[in-house]
């Protein structure tokens, strides 16, 4: 789960992280009120959507720039109610964009340098990371393509949590000294708290800047949270955004099923999520394009199936479905039973291959092949792959 920008500066200041001050709105009428709670006479309009890239993005309507640094009161508001209400394109949006629904107004900083910090988790080592870099207010790829040698990671233990020691070598590797590198260590100190604290999956502040005072403050925030970690972060949970998810994702969830849309034609409906990969990935190979991933679980029942299909078909492009179960908790003659009546339900029009393997799959094939619902059966996963390629 993603949070905005501003959402994740009200957590920095619950846990000692300094930032500019700011204030978010979402109506234009409240413009003047916010930019007068703010004591510089130059602000920061952002945009506040779930993507990165904003500052390069670009309006539907031509106009450039998602988020804008203005010298008076009178440019801060032009410049929101430009954006508000307004689709952001960025590189992170795809063509779609996203719509602008909130405008963060923050006091602008006099910037002496600009650097990289992050903290996530480090699949290989199965350990949170901190990586920082003297090359900030840039996409960290470029950096670790172009000058990875500019790039300085810390692997923290994470029964022993970031100890100060490493805080101090992190801040005297982006070149901090004294008392700037002392506040640099504490920083890093309470970000790697709040995301301990938060179940945050990443923490993203790019850039880190320092000031001609001296002081090191977080400019900007992108935070990320462990979806199976929210059952216990109540608090987490009251941030989330749908306005900013797909309507099929948000329908997904309240079925407990896992979907993640795609740009194919090729629905697919899998349980598990391994073989939900494999799945996508066989498609591609036939010649197709996956229009989803959704894995149902390991026990899915009659009702889950149908909301699965009802959620695929939602999806305007999908043009055929290819359901390809595994049974070993979940038996092949309950799923055939789910999609079989799935498929009356929803008045099925489209090519549909099932594939069934697993506990009591002759059950399960006899179920589909006497069914009055237009079903191709297949054997194996390439077999089923080929066919719903084919027939779409």
């Known amino acids: ?174 070149g901090f000294s004294g008392k700037q590198a002392s ?47 929210l059952f216990r972060q109540p608090e987490i949970l009251k941030l989330r955004d749908l306005n900013e998810e797909d309507p099929k994702e948000i329908e997904a969830s309240t079925f407990n099923l896992n979907y993640i849309a795609l740009d194919g034609n090729i629905a697919c409906l899998v349980n598990g999520a391994g073989l939900a990969m494999a799945t996508m990935d066989i498609i591609k190979k036939c010649g197709g394009s996956p229009a989803n991933f959704l894995d149902v679980g390991g026990g899915a029942t009659a009702e889950q199936v149908t909301a699965a299909f009802k959620i695929i078909l939602s999806d305007p492009k999908v043009k055929g479905i290819l359901v390809n179960i595994f049974g070993g908790i979940m038996m092949c003659d309950t799923i055939a039973t789910g999609v079989i009546e799935a498929a009356k339900a929803v008045k099925l029009d489209k090519p549909l291959v099932v594939r069934l393997e697993g506990t009591n799959v002759k059950e399960g094939k006899k179920l589909l092949a006497e069914s009055s619902v237009a079903i191709t059966a297949a054997d194996t996963l390439a077999d089923a792959a080929q066919k719903i390629v084919d027939l779409v």
């Open 183 to 229: 506040q640099c260590a504490k920083l890093i100190l309470n970000l790697y708290k709040m995301f301990w604290e938060t179940d945050a999956s990443m923490v993203e502040v790019n850039p880190l800047i320092s000031t001609p005072e001296g002081d090191i403050l977080a400019l900007d925030a992108k935070v990320g949270f462990d979806d199976n970690a």
């Open 1 to 174: 789960m993603n949070i905005h920008e501003y959402q994740a500066k009200i957590l920095f200041e619950q846990f000692g992280i300094a930032c500019p001050k700011g204030i978010a709105v979402t109506d234009k009428e409240q413009f003047a009120q916010a930019i007068d709670s703010l004591s510089t006479p130059m602000f920061v309009v952002k945009s506040q959507i779930h993507a990165g890239g904003r500052g390069k993005g670009t309006f539907t309507d031509g106009f450039q720039g998602g988020v804008k640094l203005a010298k008076s009161k009178d440019e801060a508001i032009g410049y929101a109610e430009k954006m508000l209400g307004n689709t952001l394109v960025t590189a992170q949006t795809g063509p779609t964009g996203r719509k602008v629904q909130t405008i963060y107004f923050t006091e602008a900083c006099d910037i002496e340098k600009e650097y990289y910090l992050a903290i996530l988790i480090d699949r290989d080592s199965s350990k949170p990371v901190v990586v920082v870099s003297t090359e900030g207010g840039v996409d960290i790829e470029k950096v670790s393509e172009e000058t990875p040698e500019k790039i300085f990671k810390a692997a923290v233990d994470p029964t022993l949590r970031l100890r100060a020691y490493q805080a101090r070598d992190i801040a005297y590797s982006l």
